[in-house]
């Protein structure tokens, strides 16, 4: 099981991905991203705040993604996000790029894939 040393170096190139997969499903408030990502990677990956949310604003200045004030499920205000028409076209060429790249990096390393074109 990687150590989350391990998974953050993982993350440092693979963040915006998963926040622009995440937000696809609905919107959601920061902790609730970072959770949710922990949870579906079976708790291999964890992302810590000092990540996530300059990730989270860097991708609302690039227009990938919207923040809007509501309250959260324990009636706190919390600033929830939700994937832009852009955000959802960038989503399609990063999830089309890690492809790429993962079956390049399985065939480098002796594992059956084949490099999408």
């Not at 993350?11 to 990502?37: C, F, N, S, Y």
């Not at 955000?87 to 790029?97: N, P």
């Amino acid at each position: 099981m990687p150590t989350t040393a391990e998974s953050n170096v993982l993350l440092q190139g693979t963040l915006d991905l998963l926040i622009l997969k995440t937000l696809a499903i609905e919107p959601m408030h920061g902790w609730g991203v970072a959770q949710r990502i922990q949870q579906i990677s079976n708790e291999v990956l964890q992302i810590g705040q000092g990540s996530l949310y300059p990730a989270l604003h860097r991708l609302e200045y690039r227009g990938w993604i919207r923040a809007e004030w509501a309250s959260s499920e324990n009636n706190r205000r919390a600033k929830f996000y939700s994937l832009t028409a852009a955000g959802r076209k960038q989503l399609k060429a990063e999830l089309q790029s890690w492809d790429r790249i993962s079956a390049a990096i399985a065939l480098v390393l002796g594992r059956k894939a084949e490099v999408p074109a």
